[in-house]
């Protein structure tokens, strides 16, 4: 059940229904009928994998109490340990034992023994381990109270609008909206409905649309090369962005349908002018956490290091945020990729910011878009052809962009449209930011009217044909 299919339409109305009824006086049954609706939802993928979260919720649960409970130091580093490794092993296990299975073989010249288990990867299992962990080290840290109520912790966990890719919540921001009563009101509809809306156009109209383009370059680039390599990167930074920032705008809208405000996940990452700037504009929660329970740790233990302490702490940062998204080398270089840029970045310093703006937004997005290769290749192999290809030229770009509407079954009036939606993404976002967006759309109703009309007709007829995909970061 995706969030761009009708069975979840179907599945979030009833639960709407079910959770604002006055089944009780005081609301009691909301978090009894959002619980169930989680593991419905999350059953949906694979019932099996109910154990895992199920484990998972109680196990965190009751640690976090009993570090919350503990008197001695001592005990509270001995529990904290236990966290990390229960949690950290489950992630491994299901994640990355056949990674690092395969490497060692390879390490060792027995790359030819079929060593690796057959492991299905659990759906969502990076996010809602990250989300408990966190929970647990705010506990640990004392920036965090322990939920003993068990229905509301378990709901935490499993909440099914960032169940599968996030955002990644912080207990001190969902946990007291879910443990408190919530009232009906208008307000949340209707900017729930906006933000569904709005994260259905980004992902089938603009996403669905642009994933066969950068796929027919990726997946064959000795037919293309320099121009349309470059095209071919350009359209996956728009089918990602559009994606992701899709899947988080229709999980906010989901919860506030729900009374609940989750956690906004990118702010115009790609109006960036530096790298530290763009990693606080993409993926925001899982920036967040990687600064706070990693990079901070590890800049405060290299401290006499000086620059260079934290130098390496941002590399390793970025190189386990690349592990994190994958159990693949391209990850893992990935990840290296963007931490020695942001090292050197984090050298240059001051100096940077005296550079003209778009001499540093090219820098920022040059490098952004260089690490895509990477991201989008599907092997080492392939992104380093891919490179290859990018760097040649003398292909006849009109032609090549025949071969891309001919592989994608696109006509030049499809493909014109496609392009038109990908800008009006980047117009909409650039919009949307400002502060007076919304008193402005409330004042012109006719004009905001129009807009939710354009954007339902857009969904019609150019996003409901085209074939729907799983979001991105599921795999992840």
């Known amino acids: 059940m995706i969030f761009n299919s009708p069975q979840f339409l179907v599945f979030l109305a009833v639960v709407f229904a079910l959770y604002w009824a006055p089944l009780t006086g005081d609301g009691r049954h909301r978090i009894p009928v959002l619980l169930l609706a989680s593991y419905v939802f999350y059953g949906w993928w694979d019932v099996r994998f109910l154990a895992l979260i199920l484990f998972s919720s109680l196990f965190n649960q009751r640690m976090a109490i009993a570090i919350a409970d503990a008197h001695a130091e001592r005990t509270k580093d001995r529990l904290i340990l236990a966290v990390l490794v229960v949690d950290l092993g489950l992630l491994f296990f299901f994640k990355y034992f056949n990674f690092f299975l395969d490497s060692l073989q390879v390490a060792l010249g027995m790359d030819g023994v079929p060593w690796t288990l057959a492991i299905a990867l659990p759906v969502g299992i990076s996010f809602f381990t990250f989300q408990t962990l966190g929970y647990c080290l705010d506990v640990y840290n004392e920036d965090q109270e322990p939920m003993r109520d068990l229905p509301v912790f378990f709901t935490f966990v499993s909440f099914f609008p960032l169940l599968l890719a996030g955002p990644i919540e912080r207990g001190n921001d969902l946990l007291p909206q879910l443990a408190s009563p919530r009232t009906y009101r208008r307000e949340q509809l209707v900017e729930g409905l906006r933000l569904l809306l709005i994260g259905a156009f980004k992902k089938m109209v603009i996403a ?13 680039p000795s037919l293309f090369g320099g121009l349309i390599g470059g095209l071919g990167v ?10 992701f920032s899709a899947y988080s705008d229709i999980a906010r809208g989901a919860g506030k349908l729900l009374g609940i405000d989750l956690t906004r996940n990118f702010d115009r990452p790609y109006f960036s002018f530096s790298l530290a700037e763009f990693w606080t504009r993409w ?8 600064r706070d329970y990693l990079y901070t740790p590890l800049a405060y233990g290299m401290r006499n290091r000086g620059l260079l302490g934290v130098m390496v702490a941002i590399t390793i940062t970025f190189l386990l945020s690349g592990l994190w998204h994958g159990p693949t080398w391209n990850f ?9 840029f942001m090292a050197v970045e984090l050298a240059v310093g001051v100096r940077m910011t005296r550079w003209p703006k778009p001499l540093r937004w090219l820098l920022t997005m040059g490098v952004i878009l260089t690490s895509m ?9 392939k992104a380093w052809e891919f490179a290859g290809n990018i760097l040649t030229f003398g292909h006849d770009p009109v032609f090549l962009i025949r071969r891309i509407l001919s592989y994608t079954e696109q006509t030049p009036f499809s493909f014109a449209m496609t392009l038109l939606f990908g800008v009006m993404l980047f117009v909409i976002d650039h919009r949307s930011a400002r502060p007076d967006f919304i008193p402005r759309m409330e004042r012109r109703p006719m004009l905001r009217y129009a807009g939710y009309a354009g954007l339902l007709l857009a969904l019609l007829f ?7 995909k799983a979001f991105i970061y599921f795999q992840f």
Not at 283 to 290: E, G, K, Q, S, V
């Open 208 to 220: 669905d649309r642009f994933a066969p383009l950068a796929d027919t370059v990726f997946d064959q």
């Open 234 to 243: 350009i359209f996956f930074a728009v089918e990602i962005y559009a994606d």
């Open 283 to 290: 993926h925001i929660t899982l920036n967040t956490w990687f």
């Open 332 to 340: 893992v270089l990935w990840g290296l990729w963007l931490g020695l």
């Open 373 to 381: 290769i990477l991201f989008k290749a599907k092997t080492l192999g």
């Open 462 to 468: 150019f996003g409901v044909f085209v074939d729907q």
